[in-house]
């Protein structure tokens, strides 16, 4: 929300190292990657987030913006 992903990045990573059980973290993670402009961690983190939970009210969402600024419209529609 700061517009600061790198130091998010940062924190997550951490929080991440300290319980791996956290279910949003890779969201988390997706979403500061992506913001940082660093696509193929974003989507890899994006991804687990999907497989993690399936109906993941916000990861699609993210998933399609990324692969959309990515130009892959057809994969970006897929996830919506």
Avoid: C
């Amino acid at each position: 929300d700061l517009g600061l992903p790198e130091l998010a990045i940062t924190a997550l990573l951490r929080a991440r190292e300290y319980d791996p059980s956290l279910v949003e973290t890779p969201y988390l993670l997706g979403t500061s990657y992506r913001l940082a402009g660093r696509t193929g961690e974003a989507q890899r983190e994006l991804a687990a987030a999907l497989k993690a939970n399936p109906l993941h009210p916000r990861a699609r969402i993210e998933l399609a913006q990324l692969l959309s600024d990515q130009g892959d419209v057809d994969a970006a529609e897929a996830q919506i």
